[in-house]
């Protein structure tokens, strides 16, 4: 029987979307959604499995998936020894201590015999020991940022992206402890012919990437500016320069990196290029 890689996924959640989204980019297709937890994929040889993403390191560790998609945050605080193959640079945030708006704030010294909710007690565990700190750390699933008006705990150590949480329940955030985005994971060893397959869904999630962080970018330039403006422009070998049917003008191609793009551009517009378009790249293959 051919191989087939089974990717557990976070069935409902803050990194589901954006793992859907990343597979279709992929032209892998799959059904998800309506209550199901499996589901094979038309077109790639993957299986997909719907899960709590707290449980998929532990599913990846025993071999029952191939490959996950956790937050950092959760592949770390679980402790398994899973490996990380790719960061996907989704679903960003922190894991940060916050304490009372209004409360003074001198330091992690002054965590000292306080006790601290979280959901994350080995994250925060450590932590502290490598800051020499003790406090009592209670451990709590959710809602974490209500411990202190309940009474429960001096400060809270979550997850935090805007920080509007916090503030909505008069929170201040003093101390950030671990960042956090969506990495896929493997076990510590794969089967050769599972390598294979992951290396090609590697290769595909590479090439995404990379068309999301570049522009293809199309100007027209006169003759004499050519030689400033092809400077600017890099592009992939160099940027392709043909005619225009108006004489002494030029039209430019290119690709260029999204910051270069903005840190370039005006110095490309003072250079005399005119009609400026900015396009979408879908995929780039290097
Ligand atoms: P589950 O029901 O699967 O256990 P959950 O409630 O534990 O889900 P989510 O809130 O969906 O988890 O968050 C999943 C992951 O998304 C977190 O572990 C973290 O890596 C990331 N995350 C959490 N909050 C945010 C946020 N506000 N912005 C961006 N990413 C976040
Ligand atoms: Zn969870």
Redesign the pocket.
Known sequence: MSSVLRIAL???????EDSYQLFKECGIRFDYGTGKLKSVSSNFPAEFLF????DIPGYVEDGVADLGI?????AVETGRPVQTIHKLGF???RLSIAIPRGNEWTGVESLNGKNIATSYPNLLGNYLAGQGVQANIHEIS?SVEIAPSIGLAEAVCD????GS?LMSNGLQEVETIFR???ILIAPSELAPDKQVLVDKLLFRIKSVQAAKNNKYIVLNAPNHALDKIVALLPGMKSPTVTPLATEGWSSVYSVLNENEFWENIEAIRAAGAEGILVIPIEKMIY
């Open positions: 976070q069935k409902s959640g803050r990194l589901s899960l709590r993403d707290d956790v937050g950092e945050n959760v679903s960003k945030c959710g997850i935090v992206s805007s949480t956090s985005e969506a």
